[in-house]
């Protein structure tokens, strides 16, 4: 008998336990934790995505099956349990990724390699973001978990950008009052008068770019 160790495995598929419902705050609750701005969910497919679990006396990998893979799939691994066999009926919907990463070659001779499967994964693929500005995360619809594939700049940074360019607008009208105003002091007490009339709108920006 010849056994094909590179072509015979079992399959497995992880049962979804995050339903869609929950995905759009999961996904915003995320973004504010990394004070990113809180962008509203434009779509959200469900996708079963191929990954090989390998595993040994000593060592247990994640591999993704499939190609390209994005940046936030970085570091994940299979979930511990609740794995079945891929023969059950699968959720509906969640779409089938293509498995493009179908040979051993990234464990094929190593001898700390006792046996591999190729698991099914759920997760909901999250498009977020304002027309024209568009980003995606990936929801593990097993654990719950956000991964982030690009993001919008941070809170902080928007927050900075507008008020250099508020204060740069308000200085410059403030420059041209005084300089266009003879008297000293009527040049003075205009120049308060603006800014104090000013102080509201620009608070109200600041806390627009917060939201």
Known sequence: ???????????????????????????RQHLELLELPRLPVRSCDGLLMPFWGVRGPRMQE??????PVPAGFAGFRLPAAGAVPEGEQGPPEFERAVCSEGSSAAWEGREDVSGFGLYAVPFFK???GEA???????????????RLEGS??????????????VMGLTFLGLTAEALLIPNGLAAASVVALT??????????LFREGEG
């Open 132 to 146: 024209g500005e568009t980003y995606t995360a990936w929801v593990d619809a097993v654990e719950g978990g956000v």
């Open 152 to 165: 919008p700049p941070p809170l902080t940074d928007r927050i900075s950008k507008r008020f250099w360019n």
């Open 62 to 67: 994640t591999i993704p099956a499939f190609s």
């Open 126 to 128: 999250v498009e977020y």
């Open 1 to 27: 008998l010849y056994l094909d160790r590179a072509r015979t495995f079992k399959a497995f598929r992880m049962p979804p336990v995050i339903p869609r419902s929950r995905v759009a705050d999961l996904v």
């Open 195 to 204: 800014a104090a009339a000013a102080y509201p709108t620009l608070v109200g």
